[in-house]
């Protein structure tokens, strides 16, 4: 018998043992529940209206915020710049989110709301 084919038989068998038990070892890890965390954290940015200072200053301030937490649209992104990459012709370039818009009041919401008639000629 030739002493190089047992070694070779040998190491074969261990990297067989070594794929099963690899494979026992991910199974285990992949089913691991879910572990609560304490304090959550920040996955990504958003960004949403607020009212700038000199219209908090105004009279009718909060007519312009009760507006407002209608209006407002919130935009989530991974990243601060809230651009995100698109491939063309081979090369990355990033495009930005820029088309955050406000929503539109319709009429069946704003007689929901029970607003005065004199705020929809604004």
Excluded at 22 to 37: D, F, K, T, Y
Excluded at 96 to 122: A, F, K, N
């Amino acid at each position: 018998m030739n002493p190089n084919t047992d070694s070779k038989a040998a190491a074969s068998k261990r990297l067989l043992a070594l794929g099963r038990e690899q494979s026992v070892l991910w199974r285990a890890i992949r089913n691991l529940p879910p572990v609560e965390l304490a304090e959550p954290y920040q996955s990504g940015w958003e960004r949403s209206f607020q009212l700038s200072a000199r219209s908090k200053r105004r009279r009718d301030c909060a007519i312009l915020e009760m507006i407002l937490t209608e209006v407002n649209t919130t935009v989530f992104c991974r990243n601060s710049q809230f651009c995100f990459k698109r491939r063309k012709k081979g090369k990355r370039r990033f495009l930005s989110l820029d088309s955050q818009g406000l929503q539109r009041i319709r009429q069946w919401r704003w007689e929901l709301l029970r607003w005065p008639v004199l705020w929809e000629t604004r």
